[in-house]
């Protein structure tokens, strides 16, 4: 149980276009993900916290305009990187919490998407 | 500031070995703390949570301390396997509801056959 999904796996695009990510919760619902960028043999940053239905909470110096997120459901939250640009690659990684944990507050994360921008 | 640092940066032993990972965090107000396992261009595999009134968790060869008074955890791996190489994080933490996560700078092992 408790599976995270992430779509695509990796991905290049052009500088200058846009690149969305799909983070789903497969067997279970989700009130609140997260999403973290890690750059090479760094650690996970967070960028951004989202609750359904609502609007993203972002981490000091992440830029919400270039960073979209979107948790319209559940089970679903997206990611999109606006006008990406080659200092944009990185490697993207979104958790999900479950809903109604109760005291652990775990979070279960994806597998990632390796975004590199050319 | 909420830091979480990690020491060593990079450890290398020979298989059958046991070692110990180390994990400092600035604020000991935390919710809890979790140990992952990170391979190569993957996601997170989480390997142990220890609540804040825990002293410790186990799990087959790994067994995670947690001391909040000194801002320490340790995490402890038996007769290490080459299966074990990986980069290993500690996360803190923090907020309760608010849940958010500080993760540790990672200490890449490499276990030798």
């Known amino acids: 149980g408790a599976v995270v999904s992430q779509h695509p796996s990796w991905v290049i695009c052009k500088s200058g276009t846009s690149v969305k990510i799909e983070c789903r919760s497969l067997d279970f619902q989700a009130t609140t993900m997260f999403w973290y960028r890690q750059f090479p043999k760094q650690s996970l940053m967070l960028m951004a916290t989202?609750?359904?239905?609502?609007?993203?909470?972002?981490e000091q110096g992440v830029e919400k305009d270039k960073f979209l997120i979107n948790h319209a459901s559940l089970t679903l939250s997206t990611l999109t990187v606006t006008s990406a640009h080659p200092e944009d690659s990185s490697f993207y990684i979104c958790s999900a919490q479950l809903r109604g944990t109760g005291i652990s507050y775990e979070q279960y994360f994806g597998p990632g998407t390796r975004l590199t921008v050319t | 500031k909420q830091e979480v640092t990690q020491i060593p940066a990079a450890l290398s032993v020979p298989e059958g070995e046991n070692l110990v990972l180390n994990c400092s965090f600035t604020?000991?107000?935390?919710?809890?703390l979790q140990w992952f396992r990170q391979d190569p261009g993957k996601g997170l595999t989480s390997l142990l949570l220890?609540?804040?009134?825990?002293r410790e968790q186990t799990s087959g060869r790994l067994n995670a301390s947690l001391d909040k008074s000194s801002g320490r955890s340790t995490l402890y791996i038996a007769a290490s396997q080459p299966g074990d190489s990986a980069t290993y994080l500690c996360?803190?933490?923090?907020?309760?509801?608010?849940?958010?996560?500080?993760f540790g700078t990672g200490t890449l092992l490499a276990v030798q056959p």
């Open positions: 989202s609750n359904e239905g609502s609007k993203a909470t972002y």
């Open positions: 220890i609540q804040s009134s825990q």
């Open positions: 996360a803190a933490r923090y907020g309760g509801a608010t849940n958010k996560l500080i």
């Open positions: 604020d000991s107000a935390i919710y809890n």
